[in-house]
């Protein structure tokens, strides 16, 4: 069974709009980490951010942030105000206690346009 | 500080031939692990370590091998290349015993079997 969803496969944005990016998970552990990586299209794969399961304040670190909800198993990225350089695949990932693995999503390829 | 190295970063094998894809970290990470990447279809895990001579397969270990046999170093093994292999390849590490540490990735090896 697929541990990390992205159901969103391409979304194309103009510049300055706001984009949200969905990630929902599957564990039964009590215990996790979530987490999103950039790819931009130099292919570099970049650590954003690391949540843990049982932190559900949201988090904001300038135009990203990020919205945790365990009720819906969800923890969904957004970009306010978009820019170019935003143009990237993006992946999140859960990581359970009991293993040693991570489980990625197949990721969201966002294009920003001018 | 040079983090997880990967080389070469580009590769063409003829179909039969065989390689061997290096990895080394320089953050004495015990966790490594070696991912494919195939347009549209994110991160699969082909084999993972979590110590100097232990590894375990991941999700699609067929026509690899690996070794540990130190710290630093997780060389992925190709014997008999065919074009199914053609792929991105990301070697990727992380620290001991924490599952909120994110993986580490080094830049990637393309590889094309023609």
């Known amino acids: 069974a697929q541990k990390v969803t992205q159901a969103q496969t391409e979304i194309s944005v103009v510049e300055k709009e706001d984009v949200t990016l969905d990630c929902v998970y599957e564990t039964r552990d009590t215990t996790y980490y979530l987490f999103w990586y950039k790819q931009p299209p130099s292919g570099e794969l970049v650590f954003l951010i690391r949540r843990n399961s049982f932190d559900e304040q949201n988090e904001i670190s300038g135009r990203y942030s990020w919205n945790f909800q365990k009720s819906t198993s969800s923890f969904n990225f957004t970009i306010t105000a978009s820019q170019v350089v935003d143009s990237a695949v993006y992946f999140c990932?859960?990581?359970?206690?009991?293993?040693?693995?991570?489980?990625f999503g197949t990721g969201t390829s966002l294009t920003v346009i001018p | 500080n040079a983090g997880v190295t990967q080389t070469p970063k580009f590769r063409i094998l003829k179909i039969g031939q065989s390689m061997t894809l290096q990895c080394a970290q320089d953050?004495?990470?015990?966790?490594m692990y070696w991912y494919r990447q195939d347009p549209g279809m994110g991160l699969k895990l082909i084999y993972y370590s979590v110590g100097a001579g232990i590894t375990d397969k991941g999700e699609v270990p067929n026509g690899y091998n690996v070794s540990r046999s130190t710290t630093e170093d997780f060389p992925l093994r190709l014997e008999l290349a065919a074009p199914s292999q053609t792929s991105v390849y990301f070697c990727a590490s992380r620290g001991l015993d924490r599952g909120d540490s994110p993986l580490h990735f080094g830049n990637g090896t393309r590889l094309t079997v023609t």
């Open positions: 990932a859960l990581s359970e206690i009991t293993g040693n693995q991570f489980y």
């Open positions: 953050m004495n990470h015990n966790y």
